[in-house]
């Protein structure tokens, strides 16, 4: 291969990206879906932030003359059957899922990502022990343990995040155990234990960060997964309680009896459901294949 066809192939992969925005150009080119996800979760964070700004009314404020209004001018997206704009609510309900999701996320990390190095780094029974425990938690599905945790814990935003997060420590301390098995064993360890770094150090310094490409894939894909429980959650009265919207509840309150009459209550929250999942996942297959050289294209 010549220097000019070197330098393309380089170029083709990736490696000159040096900012943020030619990074955004090369996931548009090359991962079209990935770009198409990240906007649509960047669209629903930033729905979320300026939420007070968008809803043109109170989401908890009932009004009887508007009961079961259908989407017009007054109401971009109808009233349910207390009144509320449906509009205002999927805008502020946005906040619960983004509070819910990131809140789980980065709950379940900060105790699965020590507990997955420790237990890959120093092996031996503490990771005979910790693996046997992971076991027995990743034998139930998500939604079966937030189910479990919420009911004893009762609803209310906290537990909710306390809920999901405890069911997505197996996978996250699974994800950067089997990293570290694999890294601990690389030259650049060995060279460090050489110098006379301490095992420790060299867990933290030297093996965690390189542990992080896949996390971010699994922390991507698991935040549609939370957000999807939290609205599952909701929808069975064990999630985020009332007055707080929450597209879960929304769809639970409405489904049962007001389908056929008034189909806008369910259509419009379980619409914003979908895209906010489906754009999670989009994105997250995409930095699937970013991250993961074998599957680069």
Do not use: C
């Not at 990240?38 to 003359?65: G, K, R």
């Not at 209310?156 to 995040?161: D, E, G, K």
């Not at 429980?229 to 007055?243: I, K, Q």
């Not at 979908?274 to 699937?288: K, T």
């Amino acid at each position: 291969m010549t220097a000019v066809e070197h330098s393309a192939e380089l170029a083709r992969a990736g490696a000159n990206i040096t900012t943020r925005w030619q990074g955004a150009m090369f996931l548009a080119r090359h991962y079209p879906l990935g770009a198409a996800g990240a906007i649509i979760l960047i669209v629903f964070v930033l729905t979320a932030i300026f939420a007070n700004a968008l809803s043109p009314f109170d989401p908890t404020l009932t009004n009887s003359a508007a009961s079961l209004a259908k989407p017009g001018a007054a109401h971009w997206l109808g009233a349910d059957f207390m009144g509320r704009d449906v509009f205002s609510r999927i805008v502020g309900g946005s906040q619960i899922s983004l509070a819910v999701g990131l809140g789980s996320i980065v709950l379940g990390s900060l105790v699965g990502v020590p507990i997955g190095l420790l237990s890959g780094y120093f092996g031996g029974w503490l990771d005979l022990i910790v693996q046997r425990i992971i076991d027995m938690m990743q034998s139930l599905p998500l939604l079966v343990t937030a189910l479990v945790m919420a009911a004893a814990l009762g609803p209310s935003l906290r537990n909710t995040i306390i809920a999901i997060a405890i069911p997505l420590v197996p996978s996250i301390s699974r994800i950067v155990r089997s990293n570290t098995l694999a890294l601990k064993e690389m030259p650049f360890v060995e060279a460090a234990r050489a110098i006379g770094l301490s095992e420790t150090w060299i867990a933290i310094r030297h093996v965690l960060p390189n542990t992080l490409a896949p996390l971010i894939v699994l922390v991507t894909a698991q935040f549609g997964a939370a957000i999807l429980v939290e609205a599952s959650l909701s929808f069975l009265g064990l999630g985020v309680p009332e007055p707080y919207p929450s597209w879960g509840r929304m769809l639970s309150e409405s489904a049962a009896e007001y389908m056929r009459a008034a189909p806008w209550l369910v259509v419009f929250p379980g619409l914003a459901i979908s895209l906010v999942v489906f754009g999670a996942n989009l994105l997250g297959d995409a930095l699937r294949d970013m991250l993961d050289p074998r599957l680069r294209r």
